[in-house]
C-alpha cells in the first residue's frame, strides 16, 4: 500500500471512530405513568388481532411467556432465531439457536425469526412502538426476518394516539434515535388492490401480551 493510501485510509478510520463515538445513548423504556387498564389491553389484543397477526395473551411469570414464546415460534416451525443481547434470559426458550445482534443483513434474511421486547402499545390503533430500547436491538432485527415474535408488557399499553406521542417523542428527545411503529405484519397493495404482504418487513407477527397479575384478558 503507498504511503497515499495508507494516510487516507486512517483519515477514513479516523473519521468512522469519531462519528461512531457521538452515537446517541440507548434510550431508557417509555414510562406509562398510571396502572394499565384492562379496557385498553383488551382493545389493544383486538385490534392487533385485526391486522392478521397472531396475539397470545399470557400471565405476568417468566415461565408464562416463555412458554408462550415457544408456542409461536413453533407454530412456525422457527429455530434459528436472531434475539438482541439484553432480551433476557429467562424468557428464551431453551430449544430454539439465538443468534444475538447479527449484523449482516445476509444472515438477517436467511434466520427464521427474531424475538423482541418492545417499548409501548397503542390500543387504538393495534401499534406497537419499538425505540431500540433494552430488548429490541437495532432497527434492521426486526425488518429483515420474515417471522416477528415481540413480547408486549401490558403496563406499557396507552389508550391511544394522544397519550402515546408525548411518550414518544421524550424517548426520541433523549435518546435521538429512530422509533419503529409496528401496526400488523408488512403488507402493501398495488394499484389494482392486489395485497402484498412482507415488502417492508415481517409477513408474519406473533404478539405475545404480559398482563399485569391482578388483570385477566
Same mark, same amino acid.
Do not use: K, W
Given at each position: 500500500?503507498? &504511503? /497515499?493510501? +495508507?494516510? @487516507?485510509? $486512517?483519515?477514513?478510520?479516523? !473519521?468512522?471512530?469519531?462519528?461512531?463515538? #457521538?452515537? *446517541? %445513548?440507548?434510550?431508557?423504556?417509555?414510562?406509562?405513568?398510571?396502572?394499565?387498564?384492562?379496557?385498553?389491553?383488551?382493545?389493544?389484543?383486538?385490534?392487533?388481532?385485526?391486522?392478521?397477526?397472531?396475539?397470545?395473551?399470557?400471565?405476568?411469570?417468566?415461565?408464562?411467556?416463555? &412458554? /408462550?414464546? +415457544?408456542? @409461536?415460534? $413453533?407454530?412456525?416451525?422457527? !429455530?434459528?432465531?436472531?434475539?438482541?443481547? #439484553?432480551? *433476557? %434470559?429467562?424468557?428464551?426458550?431453551?430449544?430454539?439457536?439465538?443468534?444475538?445482534?447479527?449484523?449482516?443483513?445476509?444472515?438477517?434474511?436467511?434466520?427464521?425469526?427474531?424475538?423482541?421486547?418492545s417499548?409501548?402499545?397503542?390500543?387504538?390503533?393495534?401499534?406497537?412502538?419499538?425505540?431500540?430500547?433494552?430488548?429490541?436491538? $437495532?432497527?434492521q432485527?426486526?425488518?429483515?426476518?420474515?417471522?416477528?415474535?415481540?413480547?408486549?408488557?401490558?403496563?406499557?399499553?396507552?389508550?391511544?394516539?394522544?397519550?402515546?406521542?408525548?411518550?414518544m417523542?421524550?424517548?426520541?428527545?433523549?435518546?435521538?434515535?429512530?422509533?419503529t411503529?409496528?401496526?400488523?405484519?408488512?403488507?402493501?397493495?398495488?394499484?389494482?388492490?392486489?395485497?402484498?404482504?412482507?415488502?417492508?418487513?415481517?409477513?408474519?407477527?406473533?404478539?405475545?401480551v404480559?398482563?399485569?397479575?391482578?388483570?385477566?384478558?
Open positions: 500500500m503507498s &504511503d /497515499a493510501s +495508507a494516510t @487516507a485510509r $486512517a483519515e477514513i478510520l479516523q !473519521r468512522i471512530r469519531s462519528a461512531l463515538s #457521538d452515537a *446517541p %445513548a440507548i434510550p431508557a423504556p417509555l414510562a406509562v405513568e398510571r396502572p394499565p387498564r384492562e379496557a385498553d389491553v383488551g382493545l389493544f389484543v383486538e385490534r392487533v388481532a385485526d391486522y392478521r397477526a397472531t396475539v397470545t395473551p399470557c400471565g405476568p411469570s417468566d415461565d408464562e411467556v416463555r &412458554d /408462550a414464546i +415457544a408456542a @409461536a415460534f $413453533a407454530r412456525h416451525g422457527a !429455530r434459528a432465531i436472531a434475539v438482541p443481547h #439484553d432480551f *433476557p %434470559a429467562t424468557c428464551r426458550p431453551e430449544d430454539l439457536i439465538y443468534y444475538e445482534d447479527p449484523a449482516d443483513p445476509r444472515a438477517l434474511g436467511v434466520l427464521d425469526g427474531v424475538l423482541t421486547a417499548a409501548l402499545g397503542i390500543a387504538e390503533t393495534g401499534t406497537i412502538v419499538l425505540n431500540g430500547g433494552p430488548g429490541q436491538g $437495532a432497527r432485527l426486526t425488518l429483515l426476518p420474515d417471522l416477528h415474535v415481540c413480547v408486549v408488557d401490558a403496563s406499557t399499553i396507552v389508550a391511544g394516539v394522544a397519550e402515546a406521542t408525548p411518550l417523542h421524550a424517548a426520541v428527545a433523549r435518546g435521538g434515535r429512530p422509533l411503529l409496528i401496526s400488523g405484519p408488512s403488507a402493501t397493495s398495488d394499484i389494482e388492490l392486489d395485497r402484498v404482504e412482507g415488502v417492508h418487513g415481517p409477513r408474519r407477527l406473533e404478539v405475545v404480559r398482563q399485569e397479575a391482578e388483570l385477566g384478558v
